[in-house]
């Protein structure tokens, strides 16, 4: 059991991917910062997903940002864990896309 989070393009491939085991809390920070508790299983995702705007992506980016004294670059930061690494680069990954196509899809497993 465990949450894997993937975020897809139109083509339907994967560009983003975040894992996180069934006991993690960093998982609901994910959830959280995306405003999608609702495919929170608890020990895993729904595996349910949506479409997110470029509007969403970004709150997600700016809220996340209000909670790290970091940049919003890729490159990595001694002072982030590695769930804080994953969660940046996810959002990150997710943002180049729907800033691309309008929209990403994300899917919660």
């Known amino acids: 059991m465990g949450h894997d ?3 897809y393009n139109k083509a339907g491939e994967e560009i983003a ?5 069934m006991g993690n809390y960093n998982a609901a920070i994910l959830y959280s910062l ?4 609702q495919f929170n299983a608890g020990v895993s995702g729904s595996g349910g997903g949506s479409t997110f705007s470029i509007q969403q992506i970004k709150k997600a980016l700016n809220t ?7 940049d919003n670059s890729l490159s990595d930061d001694d ?5 804080e ?3 940046k680069r996810f959002i990150l990954n997710c943002l180049a896309t729907a800033q691309k196509e309008g929209s990403v899809k ?3 497993g």
Do not use: E, V
């Not at 991917?17 to 085991?21: E, I, K, L, N, V």
């Open 5 to 7: 989070i993937s975020g």
């Open 79 to 83: 002072s982030l864990t590695w769930d």
């Open 106 to 108: 994300i899917l919660f």
């Open 17 to 21: 991917y975040a894992r996180f085991s």
């Open 34 to 37: 995306l405003d999608a508790d």
């Open 64 to 70: 996340y940002s209000q909670f790290s004294d970091n």
């Open 85 to 87: 690494k994953q969660i």
